[in-house]
């Protein structure tokens, strides 16, 4: 049973360039949520996608836009890069509002 | 808003000595609340949870307890093990269930 799988895992862009993430969700989660984490700092939520849609969204950036796919999956696009985007980004599944969290690896990204 | 406040680190501790990590948080409703563990090169995994008041949550030999008079959620072990060495991430949901609130984190390592 394959649980969340992120792609890719690390990723090195300039400032000002454009990038996408991509998550698959374990096996049986229909709901995707994306969490971007710094160094030395607990996730912060980005939003949620469910049905395809963006069920809700956190204090980020209209910079900060994603994608949910017909099988589930989603991605994460982020334009205009800033040197503070470079952190730790969480893709997590769940099934159900309330329900725990599951978590891939995370995709590094570096701006610089 | 929401927010989940827990004790800074490091802790270091021999093995078998007992271990508290202190969780608090703030929130609209009644959360659910959740503590979630990172091994070293892994990503974030479920711990326990506790989806109402006076809930107890346990896995692994560790407990925390849902204390809705005190607004706390601190997670306990009696003996711990070199192998607990990890990141442990106290978190809440929000009334929607949808948003996940995380805490810093606390880095515990724990030497023979």
């Known amino acids: 049973d394959a649980g969340v799988t992120q792609s890719p895992t690390h990723l090195i862009k300039t400032r000002g360039q454009q990038v996408t993430l991509r998550c698959s969700p374990k096996s049986g989660h229909d709901t ?9 700092q607990g996730p912060q939520f980005i939003f949620q996608y469910y049905e395809e849609e963006e069920r809700q969204r956190g204090n980020f950036p209209d910079r900060f836009s994603g994608h949910q796919f017909p ?5 994460l696009n982020v334009n205009a ?6 952190a730790l980004y969480l893709c997590a599944s769940s099934l159900g509002r309330n329900s725990p969290l599951h978590f891939g690896n995370g995709t590094r990204l570096t701006v610089t | 808003g929401d927010s989940v406040t827990q004790m800074e680190g490091p802790v270091t501790l021999s093995e078998e000595a007992f271990l508290t990590i ?4 703030t929130a609209t409703g009644y959360p659910s609340l959740f503590w979630y563990v990172q091994y070293p090169g892994e990503g974030l995994q479920l711990l326990l949870k506790a989806t109402k008041a006076d809930d107890k949550g346990s896995n692994k030999g560790f407990e925390a307890t849902y204390r809705k008079e005190t607004t706390s ?17 106290c978190a809440l949901s929000d009334y929607t269930g949808n948003q996940f609130y995380f805490g810093t984190g606390t880095s515990l390592t724990v030497i023979p």
Do not use: I, M, R
């Open chain 2, 22 to 25: 202190n969780c608090t948080y």
């Open chain 1, 81 to 86: 890069l800033l040197l503070g985007d470079s």
């Open chain 1, 32 to 40: 995707v949520s994306w969490y971007q984490q710094a160094l030395g």
């Open chain 1, 71 to 75: 099988n589930y999956s989603s991605e």
């Open chain 2, 73 to 89: 959620f601190h997670l306990e072990k009696g003996s711990v093990q070199v192998s607990d060495s990890a990141v442990y991430f």
